[in-house]
């Protein structure tokens, strides 16, 4: 059985649960599919009835909000990107304003990441082609990174190597970097693709491994220790995955959502969906595991709902 919430008049574009606290997610909304017009940070509790989401806090943003990230170091902060290319901190005990406003991307923020490991920086990904670290009390980004050529889709970072991150992009590459690199230059770059690369996340378990998706219809599973081709491939699929997700209980699950309307579960080992989420009657855009319950799961989309159900078997 799943709980769900509408966000009335404001697409679903990322979803996150809450690294501290059991109940809590949060959304990352856009009207008019993120064209123009206002955004929306919708947090929500998961306790409060049996069938539904519950609202407990609402932020309105002057544009369109494509992805959030919940601090690592503050259990009621997470930062906010927006079409406007500005990042924004929250806390969610404080109704109303941001608590600071970071505006250095001149494009769209399309992902951001807090760090797993040094727990005092995070990643922002932007269609300026540029990828920032920042440490939120900092106005300023502490170092930018550019060798993308288009749209930076999402950077992440390594789970183990709290100087590594991963970032895909427009121009079909993925690339390594670190963050002590003084010139700021990839460590190596991976292609395979054939079309955009829209998103990438690492194995929790394996911390060489890495999925991506494409806009060529395709999920690859990649070792960085081999940038000449990934280690498997599944697809191609009729329609494009928009986001991918491993699970943070075991090394075998990814979860999958995109423009066929549903969300999936994969078993990495042998490529088999061991699960099909298809309640959503639009694009599927976040997905996300919650880090307390094995098999829970959330999704947003562009119906303007906000699912949470559960998949069984996925801890093996």
Same mark, same amino acid.
């Given at each position: ?20 606290? &059991?109940?809590?997610?949060? +959304? ?27 609202? #407990? ?15 690592? #170091? $503050? ?59 920042? &440490?939120?009390?900092?106005? $300023?980004? #502490? ?49 395979? $693709?054939?079309? /955009? ?5 690492? &194995? ?35 329609? +494009? ?10 090394? &075998?699950?990814? +979860? ?8 999936? =579960? ?20 976040? =997905? ?7 098999? /829970? ?7 303007? /709902? =906000? ?7 996925? /801890?093996?």
């Amino acid at each position: 059985m799943s709980k769900r919430y509408r966000t009335t008049g404001f697409k679903g574009y990322g979803v996150k649960f809450s690294p501290f606290t &059991n109940t809590l997610l949060a +959304a990352a909304t856009s009207a008019n599919f993120g064209l123009v017009g206002n955004g929306r940070l919708c947090v929500l509790s998961t306790h409060q009835s049996p069938t539904t989401l519950s609202p #407990l806090q609402q932020y309105d943003t002057q544009d369109g909000l494509f992805d959030l990230s919940w601090s690592e #170091l $503050h259990e009621n902060q997470l930062i906010t990107g927006s079409g406007d290319g500005s990042i924004k901190l929250w806390d969610i005990s404080i109704p109303g304003l941001p608590l600071s406003k970071y505006q250095e991307h001149t494009r769209e923020v399309m992902s951001l990441e807090w760090n797993y490991v040094s727990k005092s920086t995070f990643l922002s990904s932007s269609w300026d082609g540029t990828i920032k670290l920042w &440490n939120p009390a900092t106005p $300023h980004s #502490l170092r930018t990174f550019q060798d993308h050529t288009g749209c930076v889709y999402t950077g992440a970072w390594s789970p183990r190597n709290s100087d590594q991150f991963a970032s895909c992009g427009e121009d079909k590459t993925v690339k390594l970097w670190s963050t002590n690199d003084p010139h700021g230059k990839p460590m190596a770059s991976f292609g395979g $693709h054939t079309d /955009q690369v829209l998103s990438l996340d690492w &194995n929790k378990y394996s911390p060489t491994m890495f999925a991506t998706a494409s806009v060529d219809k395709t999920i690859k599973i990649w070792d960085v220790r081999n940038p000449r081709g990934q280690v498997s491939m599944f697809g191609p699929f009729e329609f +494009a995955t928009r986001r991918v997700r491993f699970s943070p209980f075991s090394p &075998n699950y990814l +979860a999958t959502a995109g423009y066929n309307m549903s969300a999936s =579960v994969w078993d990495v080992r042998t490529g088999a969906v061991t699960f099909v989420h298809d309640a959503h009657t639009e694009f599927v855009f976040g =997905v996300d595991w919650s880090l307390f319950y094995p098999g /829970q799961m959330a999704t947003c989309g562009w119906d303007e /709902q =906000v699912h949470i159900f559960n998949v069984p078997g996925t /801890q093996a």
